[in-house]
Nanobody, 117 residues
Framework: EVQLVESGGGLVQAGGSLRLSCAAS????????IAWFRQAPGKAREGVSC????????YYADSVKGRFTISGGNAKNTVYLQMNNLKPEDTAVYYC??????????WGQGTQVTVSS
C-alpha cells in the first residue's frame, strides 16, 4: 500500500519555525521526486519545494526561498521541510506528493500550519 504521511504541522507565531516530515512507503522511493505543496483557504494549491531522490536537485518557490529548506530523500524514505521565519501568509494545509515523471502520482493527507501575527 502506498502511503505518504505528513507530520509536524501546528500553530506558531510569526517569526517562528516548524519542521514538517513526509514519510513514504509502498513505492520505489529512489525513483521519485518528492514535493511539498500548500493550499490556503480560498486559494489555489501552490508548489512550495521539491527534491529529486535520484540527483538531489532542489526547487523552491520564490515566496519561501531563504526561509524554507527541503532535505532528506534516500535516507529512511523521509523528506523534511524546515520552515523558518514563518509569516502569516504561510498559513495553509501542507501536502507532500511523489512524482516518478511529470505527474504527482501519490499524495499525503496534509498537515495544517497556522502562523499567527
Amino acid at each position: 500500500e502506498v502511503q505518504l504521511v505528513e507530520s509536524g504541522g501546528g500553530l506558531v507565531q510569526a517569526g517562528g519555525s516548524l519542521r514538517l516530515s513526509c514519510a513514504a512507503s509502498g513505492f520505489p522511493f529512489d525513483d521519485y521526486a518528492i514535493a511539498w505543496f500548500r493550499q490556503a483557504p480560498g486559494k489555489a494549491r501552490e508548489g512550495v519545494s521539491c527534491i529529486s531522490s535520484s540527483d538531489g536537485s532542489i526547487y523552491y518557490a520564490d515566496s519561501v526561498k531563504g526561509r524554507f529548506t527541503i532535505s532528506g530523500g534516500n535516507a529512511k524514505n523521509t523528506v523534511y521541510l524546515q520552515m523558518n521565519n514563518l509569516k502569516p501568509e504561510d498559513t495553509a494545509v501542507y501536502y507532500c506528493a511523489a512524482a516518478e515523471t511529470r505527474t504527482y502520482d501519490y499524495w499525503g493527507q496534509g498537515t495544517q500550519v497556522t502562523v499567527s501575527s
